[in-house]
Every structure is written in C-alpha cells, then in structure tokens.
C-alpha cells in the first residue's frame, strides 16, 4: 500500500514537471480562440472608450459653462456603441423605439419588459456616455409608488443611469418619490407624445400666451421636485429660450431651437435610416442616408449571387487535394 502510493506520488510530480508553463500554452490558446467558423460573429465588447464617464456632475459643469450637451436616441448595441464612439454625452432608450424600431403606431404601445430588453442592449455596448431610460406610457402615471417601482427596474434592469417620463405639474409629486429613492429623473415638457390623444395629435405647444406658460410652470415644477435636467419638445424657440434661461437645471430641446441647454434627436431620423417617403417632422435634420447605403449593399449581394460571384475563392474554406480526392472517389457511382 505504501509502494503504490510513492508511486501515484512520484508520477504526479513527473507530470508536474513537464507539463509546459501556463504562460507556453496562452497563445496556442489564444490562437484557437481567434479561429471562428461560425455564420454568427459577435460584435464583442466595445473597446475602451478614452473619455471620462459622463456623469450628473459632469452635465452640470458642462450646463455652468455653457457648453451645448449632445444627446441622441439608441435602441439596441450597434446604435449604442456607434452614438458612443461619436461622443454623445448622453444617450437615451426613448419609447420611441415602439415606432422606429418595432415598427408600432405609436409610443403606447412598447411595454415596460420591451423596454428594459432594449436599455440592457444599450448600456451594454455605452461606455462613456450618461444613459437614460424612458418609461412607457402606463408604467408610472397610476402613483408614486408605481413609478419607483418602475424606475427601479430600470436601474437594476435595465442596467441605465437615469429614467425620463412626461408631465408637468401633475407630475412633481412622482419625480419627488423617485428622485428620493436616489434615481435621477430627466423631465419632459411641451409636447408629450404618450398623451397625443389628449392632445388632439403631436402638436406645437406654448403657441400663446397660456400656453406659453404653462410650458415654464410645467418647466419649473418638474425642476423643483428634482429633475436634472428637462426635455422641451415641439416648442417654438423663443419661449424654450425664455424656459431655459429661467432653469437652473439644462434643457434639452427637440422642435425647440437652439436656445436650449443641448439637443437630442432618433437617431434613426437624423442618420436617415428609412424609406423615401416616410414623414419627417420639421425640426429633423438628415446628416445621413443609411437607407440608401444599405440597400445599395444588399441590392449588390443579391446581384452577386444570382450571378454565382458570390461567393467567392477568397470567401471559401480549403480541403487538401489529397482528402477531396479521396472524398470524391468515396461517394463515386453511389
């Protein structure tokens, strides 16, 4: 018993000491590891971004001096990582995607789980950026509590920074709950696009007077019950201009010129990834035309393999002669 076991012993400490090192087998490893012939390739982890995270004090320092705050929509990782890389200093998963990308009616539809699917992909691929989660309509106008519930989720869900909803006035008392739970709130006034029945459509707010009013009141009571920061949509500029210089906190404005603190766009809009045709609201401005490079693209892939171009030699995996041979000889006459 004893014999056996000095040699278990003594045969384990041979293995040790020819066993390569560690530090010898990595880059075989590694090798193995960068040799993928899967038809799925992933797009990996963003690589690290050389900014500073954009954070609440970060916005502020920008907003104290003045510096316009760049903020664009993303829905999934590709749109993320691009707006990251770009160097938007924030960037947020608006219920917008129920329309651009899920192809709904409008904003009312997308639900609280679609959403935080979506946050989840984005806050993957941003690495910079201060990221913001919009809640869907119905998630949070029932009571404060649903509403921390909700932004909760999206914290820990979700995997953003920041929620935004829509309201005004009626809405303090909310953005107070959610605000002392610790979450920033991003406001939303003007027009609000969950509430466009209401409103008899997306239309222009604070066009008189009254209106005109309303957007500041709506503006301040959202600023004191603790937004960061607000969104003024669909305003004409000289009453956002007039908003924001009343605010101690940055507006950010769309359809509301540029006297606010920063702007934001969807992206889909302003890369121009859609069809000839679709109705673009006036303030969108198009800096690009996806749609026309992506069909170019796939129109010549289509072209190609009708053609039998495509694929390629280059695009093909090699056998050795000597095994195709075989191969062939193998399967003859069967």
Same mark, same amino acid.
């Given at each position: 018993?004893?014999? &056996?076991?000095?040699?278990?012993?003594?045969?384990?400490?041979?293995?040790?000491?020819?066993?390569?090192?560690?530090?010898?087998?990595?880059?075989?490893?590694? &090798?193995?590891?960068?040799?993928?012939?899967?038809?799925?390739?992933?797009?990996?982890?963003?690589?690290?971004?050389?900014?500073?995270?954009?954070?609440?004090?970060?916005?502020?320092?920008?907003?104290?001096?003045?510096?316009?705050?760049?903020?664009?929509?993303?829905?999934?990782?590709?749109?993320?990582?691009?707006?990251? &890389?770009?160097?938007?200093?924030?960037?947020? #998963?608006?219920?917008?995607?129920?329309? /651009?990308?899920?192809?709904?009616?409008?904003?009312?539809?997308?639900?609280?789980?679609?959403?935080?699917?979506?946050?989840?992909?984005?806050?993957?691929?941003?690495?910079?950026?201060?990221?913001?989660?919009?809640?869907?309509?119905?998630?949070?106008?029932?009571?404060?509590?649903?509403?921390?519930?909700?932004?909760?989720?999206?914290?820990?869900?979700?995997?953003?920074?920041?929620?935004?909803?829509?309201?005004?006035?009626?809405?303090?008392?909310?953005?107070?709950?959610?605000? %002392?739970?610790?979450?920033?709130?991003?406001?939303?006034?003007?027009?609000?696009?969950?509430?466009?029945?209401?409103?008899?459509?997306?239309?222009?707010?604070?066009?008189?007077?009254?209106?005109?009013?309303? #957007?500041?009141?709506?503006?301040?009571?959202?600023?004191?019950?603790?937004?960061?920061?607000? #969104?003024?949509?669909? #305003?004409?500029?000289?009453?956002?201009?007039?908003?924001?210089?009343?605010?101690?906190?940055?507006?950010?404005?769309?359809?509301?010129?540029?006297?606010? %603190?920063?702007?934001?766009?969807?992206? /889909?809009?302003?890369?121009?990834?859609?069809?000839?045709?679709?109705?673009?609201?006036?303030? /969108?401005?198009?800096?690009?035309?996806?749609?026309?490079? %992506?069909?170019?693209?796939?129109?010549?892939?289509?072209?190609? /393999?009708?053609?039998?171009?495509?694929?390629?030699?280059?695009?093909?995996?090699?056998?050795?002669?000597?095994?195709?041979?075989?191969?062939?000889?193998?399967?003859?006459?069967?």
């Amino acid at each position: 018993m004893y014999l &056996a076991s000095t040699v278990a012993r003594s045969c384990a400490s041979l293995a040790r000491s020819t066993r390569p090192p560690a530090a010898m087998l990595r880059p075989v490893f590694l &090798a193995a590891q960068h040799v993928r012939h899967s038809s799925h390739s992933p797009m990996g982890t963003p690589p690290v971004n050389p900014r500073k995270k954009v954070t609440i004090g970060t916005l502020r320092s920008m907003h104290k001096r003045g510096e316009p705050i760049t903020m664009i929509t993303a829905h999934d990782f590709p749109s993320a990582h691009v707006a990251d &890389a770009a160097g938007m200093d924030m960037i947020l #998963v608006g219920d917008s995607l129920a329309m /651009v990308a899920l192809g709904m009616e409008d904003t009312s539809e997308v639900l609280v789980e679609e959403m935080l699917l979506h946050c989840r992909s984005v806050a993957r691929a941003t690495k910079a950026a201060f990221t913001v989660g919009d809640l869907p309509m119905g998630s949070y106008e029932i009571a404060p509590a649903q509403a921390v519930e909700t932004a909760i989720r999206f914290i820990k869900e979700g995997r953003v920074q920041s929620i935004k909803l829509e309201g005004g006035k009626e809405m303090a008392p909310t953005i107070e709950r959610i605000t %002392s739970a610790g979450i920033p709130v991003l406001g939303h006034v003007g027009l609000n696009p969950q509430r466009q029945n209401a409103l008899g459509g997306f239309r222009v707010q604070g066009k008189t007077f009254a209106g005109a009013k309303k #957007v500041l009141e709506d503006a301040l009571a959202v600023q004191e019950a603790g937004c960061f920061a607000v #969104v003024l949509e669909a #305003v004409p500029a000289e009453v956002a201009a007039i908003v924001t210089e009343k605010l101690s906190i940055p507006t950010i404005g769309i359809g509301a010129g540029n006297g606010c %603190s920063g702007q934001v766009l969807v992206q /889909v809009d302003m890369t121009g990834n859609f069809p000839p045709g679709r109705f673009l609201p006036k303030f /969108v401005k198009k800096y690009g035309d996806v749609w026309s490079e %992506s069909l170019k693209a796939i129109e010549s892939y289509r072209d190609e /393999v009708k053609s039998r171009q495509y694929p390629a030699p280059e695009h093909t995996y090699p056998i050795p002669q000597q095994e195709l041979e075989a191969f062939a000889a193998s399967v003859k006459g069967t």
